[in-house]
C-alpha cells in the first residue's frame, strides 16, 4: 500500500462572531497536525451536518440576514446577530472556531504506540469536534473502527445520533421507567430511536407536529404516534401513556407548551385507576429531559401534574462521562455492530466545504426539517 501524501495545511470551516455583532463563516487554510504517539491523523472522507452543530456554526445569528461573498472556492458568509443574543455569544467574540462534532475517514498517518499504528490504513469514525476541515488528528482510543467494507459516509454518523438514541433507552433502564416519549419525532434521530425500540421491544410514543411526519413513522412500523397539532392530542397522548406506562419523555422541542402537556397527560395516566384522591397528585414520579432547541421560546409549564416531576436539560456527552468508558464503550460497539441496519442514516444532500457555505445549502439543513439531512465531503473537489 503506497503512502497517502499528506499536505502541509489543509482547509477547514470555521465560524467566527465578531464584537461588532457581526457572523463570519468562512474557509481557512490550517496548518495539518502532526499525530502524537498514542494519535492518528484522520483524512475526514464524511461529516453530517446535525441539528447539535448549528448552534456554534450560526452563532445565534439571524441567518435570514445572511449574505454572500468571496468566491466559490473560497466563500464567505455574513449575518446579524441580535443584540439580545450577544450577550450569551461573550465566551466567543472575536475567537474563529472550528464547527463540526463528528464524521469518518481514513488514518493516513499514526503516533509510535502499537493502538496507532494499528489503525493505519483503516476506516475509522471519530468524535470530537473541529471536523468540518479535511484533516483530524485524534486519540487513537477514540477512533472507532468501522467493520469492513463500511463507507466513510455509512459511519459518519455513528455517534451524535445512534449513540444520543441509544442512550435514551439506556436512561429509561437506569432511571427505572419502562417506556419512553419522544417529541420532534419523525427526525433522523426519532426514526432510529424507534428501530432501536422495536428490536429491544420498549414501547415508545411518538409525538409529532404534522400529518406527513406521523406517515413516516407509520411506514417504519411504529406503534404510538400522536399529533400535537391535532384538536384531540391530549386525549390521544393520554390514551398512549396508559397503553404504554411511558414516564419518560426525551423533548427536542423545548420552548412553548409542549413540556407541560407531557407531564400534565402522564399525571392523567398514572390516576387513570386511582382509587382515591390525593391534593399532592400521584405517587408516579414524570420525567422530562430537554435536549433540543427547536422552539426557541420559554418552556411554559402549567403545573397541573401534581408533585413528583422533574424538567431538566440532558446532552449526550455529559451522561457518556457518567456511565464511564467500559459501559460507553458497549454502547459505541453496537453502534458499530448495526451501523447499516438500525443505525444506518440517510442522506438528502452530499456537499463539499464550499457548497455547505452556500445560501442556498445554509437556507435548506439551517430549517432542521424532517428529512433534510446534508453529508459534507471535505475531500470532494480534489
Known sequence: MSTPT????????????KKSGELELSLQNVPVPQP??????????????????????????????AKASGTAANPVITAQVPEKMMRGLAGRLDESMPVGNEGAGTVVKAGSSPEAQALVGKTVAILGGAMYGQYRAVKAKQALLLPAGTTAAEGASCFVNPLTSLSMTEVMRREGHKALVHTAAASNL???????????????V?????????EILKKIGAKYIVDSSSPSF????????????ATLCFDAIGGGKLAGQVLTCMEAAANANAKEYSRYGSNVHKQVYI?????????????????????????LTPFLQKIGFADAQKLRERVAAELKTTFASHYTREVSLAEALSLEAINAYGKQATGTKYLITPQKGL
Open 6 to 17: 499528506i499536505p502541509a495545511t489543509a482547509l477547514q470551516l470555521r465560524s467566527l462572531v
Open 36 to 65: 502524537a504517539d498514542d494519535e492518528v491523523l484522520v483524512r475526514v472522507e464524511a461529516t453530517p451536518i446535525n441539528p447539535s452543530d448549528l448552534a456554534l456554526l450560526f452563532g445565534l445569528a439571524d441567518m435570514s440576514t
Open 234 to 245: 391530549m386525549e390521544d397522548l393520554t390514551k398512549a401513556l396508559i397503553e404504554t406506562g
Open 190 to 204: 426519532g426514526q432510529m430511536l424507534n428501530r432501536i425500540c422495536m428490536k429491544d421491544g420498549i414501547a415508545l
Open 291 to 315: 435536549y433540543g432547541g427547536l422552539d426557541r421560546s420559554p418552556t411554559e409549564l402549567n403545573r397541573s401534574f401534581g408533585m413528583q416531576w422533574g424538567v431538566g436539560g440532558w446532552l
Open 206 to 214: 411518538n409525538i409529532v407536529r404534522k400529518p406527513e411526519q406521523a
